[in-house]
Nanobody, 118 residues
Framework: QVQLVESGGGLVQPGGSLRLSCAAS????????MGWYRQAPGKQRDLVAT???????NYADSVKGRFTISRDNAKNMVYLQMNSLKPEDTAVYYC????????????WGQGTQVTVSS
């Protein structure tokens, strides 16, 4: 089991920045990949960014150049730095941990709300 707790969400104006944090209950070295996903009301949960155990990253086209995923292995923490925020970024953001190919190896945090509005 991996417990994930997100924090750092809130209300921000367009063009502003937020940094989301995800605290994991296991060493990041033991997890194949970490990721951030987001879900707006009535919509599916979409991938935002991923970070593999080896350190490679991948981003959704909609956030590329604006968002950065990073980690602190010593603290078992994963971060999502969000810059130049747009109203369409408004969603609940979820931290994800993938420890294997099975559904039961896929873990989710409780989510943190990000609202981008003037």
């Amino acid at each position: 089991q991996v417990q994930l707790v997100e924090s750092g969400g809130g209300l921000v104006q367009p063009g502003g920045s937020l940094r989301l944090s995800c605290a994991a209950s296991r060493r990041l070295f033991s997890i194949n990949a970490m990721g951030w996903y987001r879900q707006a009301p009535g919509k599916q949960r979409d991938l935002v960014a991923t970070l593999t155990r080896g350190g490679s990253t991948n981003y959704a086209d909609s956030v590329k150049g604006r968002f950065t995923i990073s980690r602190d292995n010593a603290k078992n923490m994963v971060y999502l730095q969000m810059n130049s925020l747009k109203p369409e970024d408004t969603a609940v953001y979820y931290c994800n941990a993938r420890g294997g190919p099975r559904q039961e190896d896929n873990y989710w945090g409780q989510g943190t709300q990000v609202t981008v509005s003037s």
